[in-house]
């Protein structure tokens, strides 16, 4: 027997809001922005698998250029063995330029020293496969001590799509409405709805993490993965 779809177009999210809430149909456009921004806040903070991904080619200045459509930056990344292996945030990575090139001998594009040691008394915190730094000023991000041409960005969107129709999860439904509950009592200088919507804003999102959380099979595997028969200290 069919069942109800687990997708919504941002639309329908809207016009069922208004809907529920009896809102005036005039108000479309004004909910409609709400719920690209509950959109937006789940997708980034509580929501798993929506992640972007795209491969970038390392400029001569040793840089990748944000994508237009980026948001929140979640990992750069290169693929070893079937399997992601992510670049370390360097903070101190000189991102100057002379000239609008770097320049060596102004300590511009160096790769970073760091010397390692295999065996028991060797020490972690070295990357071998890179570090890079955010320019978000610049809209770019600088890639240093790697031997690649390329590396992959990991990257959250706002989801909502320009030219054709967004959809919506069903189990993010709940949440964006009580988002734009919020937001219009909010906006309208209603604080005692504000702060009621507020929490109940909370108890969705609790809801829909519990839904994104790790199952206990996910849980089991990670802790069997550090255990060995060695004594433990």
Request: charged share 20%; net charge negative; hydrophobic share 40%.
């Amino acid at each position: 027997m069919a069942e109800t779809n687990g997708l919504k177009s941002l639309e329908q999210v809207v016009n069922e809001f208004l809907f529920k809430t009896k809102k005036p149909k005039d108000e479309y456009f004004r909910f409609f922005q709400f719920a690209i921004d509950g959109t937006r806040e789940m997708r980034m903070l509580h929501m798993k698998g929506v992640a972007k991904w795209v491969k970038l080619n390392i400029s001569a200045n040793g840089t990748i250029a944000m994508p237009t459509d980026y948001v929140s930056f979640i990992g750069v990344v290169v693929p070893i063995e079937g399997q992601f292996w992510y670049l370390t945030e360097k903070e101190n990575l000189v991102i100057t330029t002379t000239g609008g090139v770097i320049d060596p001998t102004e300590g511009e594009g160096v790769d970073i020293n760091d010397s390692y040691y295999l065996g028991y008394p060797g020490s972690g915190g070295i990357n071998r496969e890179g570090y890079f730094k955010i320019d978000e000023r610049n809209r770019r991000i600088w890639i240093n001590s790697t031997d690649r041409t390329d590396v992959t960005l990991l990257y959250n969107s706002s989801g909502v799509n320009l030219t054709g129709t967004t959809y919506v999860p069903q189990r993010a439904v709940a949440p964006i409405h009580t988002f734009m509950l919020a937001k219009d009592a909010m906006f309208t200088g209603d604080a005692n709805m504000a702060s009621y919507y507020a929490l109940e804003l909370t108890k969705a999102i609790d809801i829909l993490k519990y839904v994104e959380a790790p199952s206990a099979i996910e849980i089991r595997d990670v802790l069997y993965s550090i255990m060995n028969p060695l004594p433990q200290r």
